[in-house]
């Protein structure tokens, strides 16, 4: 079965500075897709960025990026010049045709 | 564009009640929805798949006769709490799966609900 594991429950990181966000899948699988969601205090599950398993470049949305290592099943967020708007719970999930699977999650604070 | 809403959004009902809760797709046709339950600082959970015009799919230990889903129209999945007692209480959270794009490739993104809070007295 498909898992997902984020080895971090909790990262900090100062207004302004950059952050990295680990997130590792188990799969046989060679075509699916990734997304990093992000859930505020509200609990609105909001996403964040995706990347198809098939592409070998790695996803930007604006500060948020992606290294995705697809040999190494590793899917980690990047954020740069972090904002305090950027605190959440942030989840890694792993998609195969209709289910999403989510890691446990990953608490970011930051501080000014 | 892609958004879900869900009503409502917090719900109080007594034990041996049942809540129904609603989930639409407002900009996108959603042929396929699906239904998590997410327990306080923990991870979301599929609890099934709503596909238009046929039976969910429910998950590995989740009881069909209990969380009864309507998928009735591209726009629409409904979550009915049946007979709910405390150990119900949760926050509920739709998602709809937006399938567009042609061909093969669908952009094959889910889009999230605000969620709901059921709190069984």
């Known amino acids: 079965a498909q898992t997902v594991t984020q080895s971090q429950p909790e990262m900090s990181v100062q207004e302004a500075e950059t952050v990295t966000l680990s997130c590792t899948y188990d799969t046989s699988e060679s075509d699916y897709y990734l997304f990093w969601y992000k859930q505020p205090p509200s609990r609105q599950m909001i996403l964040v960025i995706r990347q198809e398993a098939y592409k070998q470049q790695n996803a930007t949305e604006n500060r948020f990026s992606v290294n995705f290592q697809k040999a190494a099943k590793s899917f980690s967020l990047k954020i740069s010049d972090s904002q305090l708007g950027d605190a959440a719970m942030y989840f890694c999930?792993?998609?195969?045709?209709?289910?999403?699977?989510f890691g446990t999650g990953t608490r970011l604070q930051v501080f000014p | 564009g892609a958004v879900v809403s869900q009503h409502p959004s917090w719900v109080i009902c007594k034990s041996g009640t049942s809540v129904k809760i609603e989930c639409r797709s407002l900009d996108f046709q959603a042929t396929t929805m699906f239904w998590y339950r997410q327990f306080p600082k923990q991870s979301l959970m599929l609890m099934a798949t709503s596909n238009e015009g046929s039976k969910a799919t429910y998950e590995q230990g989740v009881e069909k006769d209990k969380f009864l889903i309507n998928h009735a129209s591209l726009t629409l999945s409904t979550l009915t709490v049946t007979s709910a007692h405390p150990e119900d209480s949760s926050f509920y959270i739709c998602?709809?799966?937006?399938?567009?794009?042609?061909?093969?490739?669908?952009?094959?993104?889910?889009?999230f609900g605000p969620g709901t809070r059921l709190t069984v007295l």
């Open positions: 998602s709809a799966r937006d399938s567009s794009g042609p061909g093969y490739f669908i952009t094959d993104t889910q889009y």
């Open positions: 999930a792993y998609q195969e045709s209709d289910k999403l699977i």
